[in-house]
């Protein structure tokens, strides 16, 4: 569906040849151009201003209707984890931080002294008619080995920073959670080293910017 205000109609008035190629040449439609990949477009930044405008409005207007679900993973460095996370179709948003320890509002460096009990993590926002939580756990059981079970170091059960973790914000996502890691654990016939938690929400906190 087009709204027509948002496009440059030549008003009918304006008929005759010469005059309507010249109004036409002045001001151009642009609302579907770039999608095209019209190098006219590309080169306008006016044009390109508009269209990055509309898209943006439109996809705050999408996804305020959307139904949307937040879970946390942790599967080694977290920006290795984001990258393949938010490829998955319905994955909304990823934000890549810290989760699981008992120090507020920690850093990276506190993280790594190995002191503090958090894991980094990927906190996945997605929209679960198009990606439901299952299908979520699946790709990331299938991202990285959660039957690397160890005591101690940066992979150790509960404590590691880049331990195998899922936590979640109600119980109905820990019972998928745990669903997900007793299929896997039975289908490889391996102990998983995965960790299932319940977290509030104000538990997880932004990694620091690149």
Request: charged share 25%.
């Amino acid at each position: 569906c087009i709204n027509a205000s948002a496009l440059n109609f030549v008003p009918l008035e304006n008929n005759s040849g010469d005059q309507n190629k010249e109004y036409v040449n002045a001001i151009g439609p642009y609302s579907w151009r770039s999608f095209l990949g019209d190098s006219a477009v590309k080169n306008d930044p006016e044009q390109v201003s508009a269209i990055n405008s509309s898209c943006e409005v439109l996809r705050k207007v999408i996804l305020s209707r959307v139904e949307k679900e937040e879970i946390l993973f942790g599967a080694g460095c977290f920006w290795h984890v984001e990258f393949a996370l938010r490829r998955i179709p319905g994955v909304i948003d990823t934000v890549a931080g810290y989760a699981g320890g008992t120090l507020p509002n920690p850093v990276y460096k506190d993280i790594c002294s190995g002191t503090t009990g958090h894991a980094e993590v990927v906190k996945v926002v997605f929209d679960p008619a198009v990606c439901d939580a299952q299908k979520l756990m699946d790709c990331w059981l299938a991202m990285h080995d959660p039957t690397v079970v160890r005591s101690h170091g940066k992979r150790a059960r509960k404590t590691g920073q880049y331990r195998s973790c899922v936590f979640v914000f109600s119980e109905n996502m820990r019972k998928v959670s745990d669903d997900a890691i007793k299929a896997c654990q039975e289908q490889l016939g391996k102990e998983l080293s995965s960790e299932v938690r319940l977290l509030a929400p104000n538990d997880f906190w932004d990694a620091e910017e690149r």
